[in-house]
């Protein structure tokens, strides 16, 4: 957690899906995944999992532990402060020299951001950003943006801070990015699925096709998922009906995005892709495979994401 420097049609249409489909209460949400971490954030595994009784935090387990590997990588020798809680205990940063006392105040901090988000009604992704930016960001996603945390109105709200502040920059803007990059998604090591992305990135669209010749949007999906240990079948309206649909506030690199009305195809699945996070998402699609926002065309045709256990 680094506070300081280190650290109308379209808009109806975002506004529904984000109604229909966005920021989910907090009782039902928790860590999406598990940790994907290194043998030094591992080993404090037991700590986070102690801890994690005493608060009511065990559905957090894993995404603490993705924490802990984004504030400090788990390596109490160079980060004795391995949940840079300093700052939420009303200290100058580093203050803590003990790493169980860290976790401690971090998790003890965590525990009462989730309550406040509770309260406020906002999603769990502000509560999780708000441990880099400080409660305050709570109640502004609340009162700007409807509880709906995103890149956005993270990057808003830096810039008014440092404004206010008189500082160059105010902590980091994709925080949330940063932790999920730490956790495998349903299984799922979505590195190994970047790799893919990055190697048929430009390939043509080509409908029915499942080589770099050229390939469709549920074969390219079907790809990146085998990638990462995780077999998905072949069309998108069976990719749909396996996975459990995720709402946007929860959504998650790795995840698939389902699209409906993109073509005349007699079903209601459409279109696939894969999450990648900051409203990007992976996909074949237009004339190749490549990376789009989902926003305006896509966001009109939006399902809902979909996760693959």
């Not at 229909?20 to 030094?40: D, Q, T």
């Not at 995404?63 to 802990?68: D, K, P, R, S």
């Not at 504030?71 to 803590?96: T, V």
């Not at 803007?173 to 932790?179: A, G, I, N, P």
Request: net charge negative; with cysteine.
């Amino acid at each position: 957690m680094k506070f300081g420097k280190r650290a109308c049609t379209f808009l109806i249409i975002f506004v529904l899906v984000f109604q229909l489909c966005g920021c989910a209460a907090l009782e039902r949400s928790h860590s999406p995944g598990r940790a994907n971490v290194s043998p030094l954030v591992e080993q404090w595994r037991d700590e986070v999992v102690l801890i994690a009784s005493e608060l009511g935090l065990e559905a957090y387990v894993e995404l603490i532990l993705a924490m802990i590997a984004q504030e400090s990588g788990g390596d109490a020798s160079r980060h004795p402060d391995i949940m840079q809680s300093s700052e939420s205990a009303g200290l100058a940063p580093n203050s803590i020299t003990d790493p169980m006392e860290s976790i401690r105040q971090g998790m003890h901090y965590f525990s009462g951001l989730l309550e406040k988000g509770k309260t406020a009604g906002v999603c769990e992704k502000t509560v999780l950003q708000s441990y880099n930016f400080g409660a305050g960001y709570i109640n502004y996603i609340k009162n700007n943006y409807d509880g709906v945390h995103s890149e956005a109105s993270a990057s808003a709200f830096s810039r008014a801070m440092a404004q206010r502040l008189g500082w160059s920059n105010y902590g980091d803007v994709k925080y949330v990015e940063h932790v999920y990059s730490h956790m495998f998604v349903g299984g799922a090591d979505f590195n190994l699925m970047q790799t893919v992305m990055a190697e048929y990135e430009g390939v043509p669209y080509l409908f029915g096709g499942d080589s770099k010749i050229g390939i469709d949007c549920s074969a390219m999906s079907r790809r990146i998922y085998q990638a990462a240990g995780i077999t998905l079948p072949r069309t998108a309206q069976e990719q749909y009906n396996i996975t459990t649909h995720i709402d946007y506030s929860q959504a998650m690199p790795g995840d698939l995005v389902f699209f409906t009305g993109t073509y005349n195809a007699g079903r209601y699945i459409t279109h696939v892709g894969v999450y990648v996070g900051d409203n990007m998402f992976f996909h074949a699609g237009g004339s190749r495979c490549q990376y789009s926002s989902l926003t305006g065309y896509y966001l009109e045709h939006f399902v809902c994401f979909g996760r693959k256990g």
